[in-house]
């Protein structure tokens, strides 16, 4: 079975009895929340300035407080997996004395989003973070923390609204606090997602085009392997710095600008060493395969959609080299069940979860057939196509 996604309703209502614990009987006046994200297709395409193919999911991480008297803020998670402590007193960023990243890492992301916030000076503040996102399992919960936390800012301190930049601060926030060189994907459809649609984002223009995903006879399941191998951030910056080398070399802005014909000129692969050069044929490889991916999605062509989901998985694990053995064994049990389109990991890698495009009525035995082949103990979520941030009235 699926695992069940607590309500909208349910987190405000924990996060307002967390409040209350923590900071006396007064109830919270302010909420806001915003979506994890799973990517059906593009991946490590969106650092190199191409296109993804992400949904915004129903798992939500909520933000509740009010404002308070004085030139602090303290901000509890719930969050059991995030580090200790779980309450911390920051004093507010003003203009030239920024909040250094540190110890509790989980502060950092908040931290980064108050630095990075659009309108100075905020007021003090007290806030709860409650979240469904599983943390670090590669369905953004470090994004849906940012972008739900700048949207609760905003309740506190308005901004000029602009969600383009709204999202751009939330990735600034992740490089220079948590210290990810993330792409913008994570934040951009956090902030932007759409209810029954996945969106196919430019990452060079920032601009998305909805995609419906409103076929009631098809489902998208995630599998969450639970492994996440150290490897993951370290290989990240690696990869990333590759990718500029490779289109240093090919003498591009970046990998966006190159084709296959420009990596397999023979001035080219007089230059690459075999693991630059494979790594670009990944990005090069995956950008097209994506805006295939979104026609084929477009015309109900599912076959042809899972055939490229499949291909990126194996272009992810042979030529970019950031799969695992749990996570191609999940592809591989997924496809062994009838009605199963097509499969593959998504997110970062080394670690985290599958995504898998199959007919409903296969739902069941897709389940069933992964959790006798793979070894570890996986979890599943239907991925509903949902809406992006938003502030929520506390009744
Ligand atoms: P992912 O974004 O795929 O879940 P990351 O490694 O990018 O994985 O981000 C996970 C980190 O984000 C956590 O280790 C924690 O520091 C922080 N984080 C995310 N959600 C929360 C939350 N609700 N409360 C506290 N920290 C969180
Ligand atoms: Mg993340």
Redesign the pocket.
Known sequence: MASPVPSLGQLVSDAICLFKKNFGDEAPKIAACAP?RVNLIGEHTDYNQGYVLPMALSLV?VVVGSASSGQEATIV???E???EP?KVDLTLPVEGFPLSPGL???????KGVMDHYRACPLPGFRAV???S?????????????EVAFYTFLQQLRPDDGDNLSKAIACQQA?HTH?G?P?GIM?QLVSVLGMEGHALLIDCRSLESIPVPLTDAGLVFLITNSNV?HSL??SEYALRRAQCEKAASILRKPSLRDATMNDLEAQESRAQLDDVTYRRACHVIGEICRTLKAAESLKRGAYQEFGKLMVESHNSLRDLYEVSCKDLDDLVCAAMEVEGVFGSRMT??GFG?CTITLLKDHAIDRTIQNIQERYSGTPTFYVATPSEGARALKLS
Do not use: F, I, M
């Open positions: 994890g991480t998670t719930a969050s997996e995030a580090d779980r509790p890492h989980w502060a950092n992301y908040v973070v409650v979240s996102v599983p943390l670090g399992s590669g369905l953004s919960s470090s994004a849906s923390l992740e948590a990810v993330c994570d996440k993951a951030s997110g970062g985290g």
